[in-house]
């Protein structure tokens, strides 16, 4: 599956951005899907993830409350609606597909198979 993340942009502390994902390829609703993010200097981040019903969400402390994940299979898209952004929510994100069988959410981005080229989120002070 190949995977492409838009959405990023510069945002005023507070704001909202939302990031979609669009999946080609081989049938998305077979991937569980998550979001990832990372900051210059420091390693990749789990920022959220979505089952494949979607029944199943999961999210770092640090944006609970804040970020929402959701998927749309008919368009083949994952959704990251983020609201009152903070500026440590600057980052690149990237959207993952992990076609592991198990029906559990990993946070570890070595268990997602195809990832998409980022995204760069800004939120200025």
């Known amino acids: 599956v190949q995977l492409q993340a838009f959405g990023g942009g510069l945002v005023q502390a507070g704001g909202s951005l939302r990031l979609s994902c669009a999946a080609s390829?081989?049938?998305?609703?077979?991937?569980?899907m998550g979001w990832f993010r990372q900051a210059p200097g420091k390693e990749r981040e789990f920022v959220a993830g979505?089952?494949?019903?979607?029944?199943?969400?999961d999210y770092r402390d640090s944006v609970k409350g804040r970020f929402t994940i959701s998927r749309d299979d008919a368009r083949n898209t994952v959704y990251l609606q983020m609201n009152s952004l903070k500026p440590e929510d600057t980052a690149v994100y990237y959207c993952?597909?992990?076609?592991?069988?198990?029906?559990?959410?990993?946070?570890?981005?070595?268990?997602?198979?195809?990832w998409g080229r980022g995204t760069l989120v800004t939120v200025s002070s």
């Open positions: 390829g081989r049938t998305f609703s077979i991937y569980k």
């Open positions: 993952a597909a992990d076609s592991g069988s198990l029906d559990t959410l990993s946070r570890r981005p070595s268990e997602y198979d195809f």
């Open positions: 979505i089952s494949r019903s979607g029944g199943n969400k």
